[in-house]
């Protein structure tokens, strides 16, 4: 079964706006990690935060993590048509085997 | 240094043969995983390897079965294919089999099964 499960399923939004995207997840993990995927392609590695950090940023991207919650929050600031794709969270289970987890997905779509 | 490569990008396979999907990680990477991507189940893992050994192995039956060699190039294999086993085959690479790297992935291969 999925670790994360992403909220929204599916964000469509102007170019220029900022984009948030929501992963919960059911156990303690050791990180959680972002990536992207443009259609049908390869996943891109976007950001990874450690269980005993709260937030982290990259260029346009901020992403927060509240272990008490059990959830991590994307943000793209200044979204641009490029930004369209699927964003996934990854988790690993703090007492397993350390394999990544993925959740179902946000299909980010930024409209010109 | 070069991306991870797979190879075929594409394949359509018949229910019941079998298929090999071949894995080349990126330069120093020992580790390799796979994954499959499908729009009802999302993307599951299949398996870690990590220095000719698997490290990791998610819920699938025994017909997916994987090897890495010692150049760190991975295969995985598909025996008695079902219409249910079409999907994007992802594998990644990573220096190490720890969580706390980030993965690279390939570009995928698009097995079909009619």
């Known amino acids: 079964s999925q670790q994360g499960e992403e909220d929204p399923q599916a964000l469509s939004i102007q170019e220029g706006e900022n984009a948030t995207m929501n992963c919960s997840y059911k156990t303690s993990i050791n990180n959680l990690q972002w990536y992207r995927q443009n259609s049908g392609r390869g996943l891109v590695h976007l950001i990874l935060?450690?269980?005993?950090?709260r937030e982290k940023h990259s260029g346009r991207l901020r992403v927060t993590l509240d272990t008490s919650k059990k959830s991590s929050s994307l943000l793209i600031t200044a979204s641009r048509a490029a930004d369209t794709a699927s964003y996934f969270c990854?988790?690993?289970?703090?007492?397993?085997?350390?394999?990544?987890?993925f959740g179902q997905g946000t299909r980010l779509t930024i409209n010109p | 240094k070069a991306g991870v490569t797979q190879t075929p990008r594409y394949l359509i396979k018949t229910r019941g043969q079998q298929v090999t999907l071949s894995c080349s990680p990126i330069s120093g990477h020992r580790s390799v995983s796979w994954y499959q991507q499908t729009p009802g189940q999302g993307l599951q893992f299949l398996f870690e390897?990590?220095?000719?050994?698997?490290?990791n192995k998610g819920n699938f039956p025994g017909r997916f079965s994987g090897r890495q060699f010692s150049n760190s190039r991975s295969e995985m294999n598909v025996s008695t294919l079902e219409l249910g086993d079409s999907a994007l085959y992802l594998c990644?690479?990573?220096?190490?089999?720890?969580?706390?790297?980030?993965?690279?992935f390939g570009p995928g291969t698009r097995l079909t099964v009619t």
């Open positions: 990854a988790t690993d289970e703090a007492q397993g085997a350390q394999k990544l987890v």
């Open positions: 390897y990590f220095s000719e050994t698997q490290r």
């Open positions: 990644a690479s990573k220096p190490q089999a720890l969580s706390s790297y980030e993965q690279y």
């Open positions: 935060i450690r269980s005993n950090e």
